[in-house]
């Protein structure tokens, strides 16, 4: 069987441990490849590899770095099928989305392929006679990222292209369950000339990951994750004296007022709920519905839509392609099953039951069906936690205040969306909903590249959120220099605070 090694010093490598574990197609529940295990001394080596590499690629001009990521872009078009197979295989997302995560993480390269305007920095000539000051943004040094098994390949671009393009070095540690892609970006990194140690892969065991956000050499880190791992990373890294941005869970939820599109909403619902078996940090797994009538009329409408669901393996494509592939691993499938169950033994209305789907052909795959609870309240289980499967909960406010309230109290603050046809509402949602990511009649408002992605309270820990502008503030380091070119010497002392008037 293949085995998925590391990316050292510009070739893949297998762990002098000898050691692997199996990555499982959720869609069979058969293993497809091995996983290299590495040691201790083997993270330290990746890091010390990035930081001897560090001094050159920092000096290597902005533009000509850029070059190498569009060299970059290019052969993930070339290679685009390949890389989506490799994501449907280990991860089950169906085809099209595995597409999909593929264009979003390219629209992070593209923009950082315009490094060279994104860091020129500021300048004022004349600030005093004869004295200019102007801004650098200079790159950090080594840098880290440790990135979640829901997008293999979207969220480690979310990081790198950026990091690379302001003149820094990366080690990355991919999640165990589908960590090819990453390993396979490194090695199409190298064809399109990035020098060899910019660029590492390493796959450890959490303990020794831990070198990633408190070795000495590391100056920053970015991570995607629970909640818990999330603070526990920013706590330690930052006692470290690193640059830190953590993200976390994510409870997203829906407002959906009275005068609603009813088609268009219950179309934006089924996607963002189901989409990736509920598998995405901008799920939609919480629509509260403003008044019953509004309720009764969705619980109908998407009634009949989850039942159908075409549910089972990616690898279909067109217009036969499956809506709704597998969780991603056995232990996560019964994780979301028990979810369901707690949802049962706390009141809540269980309209559709997904737990027992059937897809002929694939009886040791990962699957879950569509779920639908109603009657949701805010002391369940299943709102307080976040699910990360394909289970929708329909709560009830009386009015649009009630509502915003609801979605304000809970501690994640992702994203959250409204859908109505009222400008005021839309506005005033906009506002005043306690989230970092807002869709008004968008289930997923997930930012494009030139903005940032980011939530807020327990979603997110760092003040930095990652690509478009605050990814290039958190992989660069501002320095400000006053100059002066004097005709003559300075002939006297200054003790009091300078006043460059």
Not at 368 to 387: A, K, P
């Amino acid at each position: 069987m293949n085995i998925t090694g590391n990316f050292i010093s510009g070739k893949t490598t297998l762990s002098a441990s000898n050691e692997t574990v199996p990555i499982y197609d959720p869609a069979t529940g058969a293993p497809v490849r091995e996983l290299t295990q590495s040691t201790a001394e083997e993270v330290t080596q990746a890091i010390a590899v990035a930081h001897n590499a560090w001094d050159g690629w920092s000096r290597t001009s902005p533009l000509r770095r850029a070059r190498i990521l569009f060299n970059f872009k290019n052969l993930m078009e070339v290679h685009r099928d390949e890389l989506a197979a490799l994501i449907v295989s280990e991860h089950g997302k169906v085809w099209s989305d595995a597409q999909g995560e593929l264009t979003r993480g390219l629209e992070v390269v593209e923009f950082a392929c315009g490094i060279p305007h994104l860091i020129k920095g500021e300048n004022s000539a004349d600030v005093a006679t004869g004295v200019d000051s102007y801004s650098l943004m200079q790159p950090l040094g080594v840098v880290t990222g440790i990135t979640p098994f829901n997008f293999p390949a979207m969220v480690p671009l979310w990081m790198f292209p950026i990091a690379l393009a302001c003149g820094n070095t990366f080690v990355l540690k991919p999640p165990a369950l589908d960590p090819s892609a990453s390993v396979r970006m490194a090695e199409l990194l190298a064809e399109a000339g990035l020098p060899a140690g910019v660029f590492n892969v390493i796959h450890c065991a959490n303990e020794d990951a831990e070198q990633l956000y408190t070795d000495p050499r590391v100056q920053a880190v970015s991570f995607v994750g629970s909640s818990g791992v999330a603070e526990y990373i920013y706590k330690t890294a930052s006692a470290h004296g690193k640059r830190v941005q953590a993200f976390g869970a994510a409870k997203n939820h829906a407002i959906v007022m009275p005068d609603a599109d009813l088609d268009a909403t219950v179309n934006a619902i089924i996607g963002g709920a189901f989409g990736s078996a509920g598998e995405r940090c901008m799920a939609l797994p919480v629509v509260v519905a403003v008044g019953d009538d509004t309720a009764d009329t969705l619980i109908a409408a998407l009634t009949p839509r989850i039942k159908a669901l075409r549910i089972g393996p990616g690898i279909q494509q067109g217009a036969d392609e499956n809506e709704m592939g597998p969780v991603v691993s056995a232990a996560h499938r019964q994780k979301v099953l028990s979810y369901i169950d707690r949802g049962e033994q706390e009141g809540a209305t269980l309209v559709v039951d997904g737990r027992h789907v059937q897809v002929a052909g694939y009886d040791e795959g990962y699957y879950i069906g569509g779920t639908l609870f109603d009657h949701v309240t805010s002391d369940m289980v299943i709102w307080r936690e976040e699910i990360f499967g394909p289970v929708l909960s329909i709560m009830r406010a009386s009015d649009y205040e009630q509502a915003l309230k609801l979605v304000n109290s809970h501690e994640f603050g992702n994203g959250s969306a409204i859908f109505t046809r009222s400008g005021h509402i839309g506005r005033d949602f906009v506002r005043e909903v306690q989230a970092g990511m807002v869709g008004v009649n968008v289930p997923v408002p997930v930012p494009m590249a030139f903005h940032s992605f980011g939530g807020w309270k327990r979603s997110v820990f760092g003040a930095l959120n990652v690509h478009g502008p605050d990814g290039v503030r958190f992989y660069t380091r501002m320095k400000t220099a006053t100059v002066r070119w004097p005709c003559g010497q300075q002939t006297v002392s200054e003790f009091s605070m300078p006043t460059l008037g």
